[in-house]
């Protein structure tokens, strides 16, 4: 088991643009968390995905938004890239929304020009 | 308003001595506390969390709710020790969780 998957590993994008960032739990998991890591901060949760629904949401604007799919990966979208926009997006999986341990992927670094 | 506050960003210790992290923080409730790590060029994983009080790696943490902090010490800190560590807390059970800035602790030999 290769554990979270993230894709792509880094991207560069310009401002403005829009961006699509990936993520494929470990096997068995049903549950998507996603964070923004900023460059020397901690992680700050985006939102989280069960049964293909948003079941909780941090402190982010409209146009962070998401996706889960049946097989129980998930999408990350951002609108509209402002500079500000450039971190390293974790995702964590794990087996249930509540009390169960997430595991994280290795993130993907994005870069706004 | 949750917040975790650790005050220290980089701690640099001998190997040998004894090393603590610190780690307060701001909750209305009862918070689960834990304690994450990531090692140089691996992933972020969870070392402990207080409700299971284990003793992971030789790690403990101890949750003080009147001090609000749960501070992580090793008797003996090894070199393998050196890693970014977070600490995060979570309303009980679920998921979304709260980090502080990290500590960034260096073992030396």
């Known amino acids: 088991d290769a554990g979270v998957t993230q894709s792509p590993t880094h991207l560069i994008k310009t401002r403005g643009q829009q961006v699509t960032l990936r993520c494929s739990p470990k096997?068995?998991?049903?549950?998507v968390s996603w964070y923004q890591q900023a460059l020397g901060q901690g992680p700050q949760f985006i939102f989280q995905y069960y049964e293909e629904e948003e079941r909780q949401r941090g402190n982010f604007p409209d146009r962070f938004s998401g996706h889960q799919f049946p097989n129980y990966s998930s999408e990350l979208n951002v609108n509209a890239l402002l500079l500000g926009d450039s971190a390293l997006y974790l995702c964590?999986?794990?087996?249930?929304?509540?009390?169960?341990?997430?595991?994280f992927g290795p993130g993907t670094r994005l870069t706004v020009t | 308003a949750q917040r975790v506050t650790q005050p220290e960003k980089l701690l640099s210790v001998f190997k040998g001595a004894p090393v603590e992290l610190k780690c307060n923080y701001s909750y209305s409730g009862s918070p689960e506390l834990f304690w994450y790590v990531q090692y140089s060029r691996q992933r972020l994983q969870l070392l402990l969390r207080h409700i299971s009080r284990e003793s992971i790696k030789g790690f403990t943490a101890d949750l003080n709710k009147g001090e609000t902090s749960f501070h992580l010490k090793k008797p003996f800190a090894q070199e393998e020790d050196s890693a970014m560590y977070y600490c995060a807390l979570s309303k009980k059970g679920a998921q979304k969780l709260v980090f502080g800035q990290g500590t960034r602790l260096t073992i030396n030999p």
């Open positions: 964590a999986s794990s087996l249930g929304p509540v009390f169960y341990e997430q595991y």
């Open positions: 096997s068995g998991h049903d549950t």
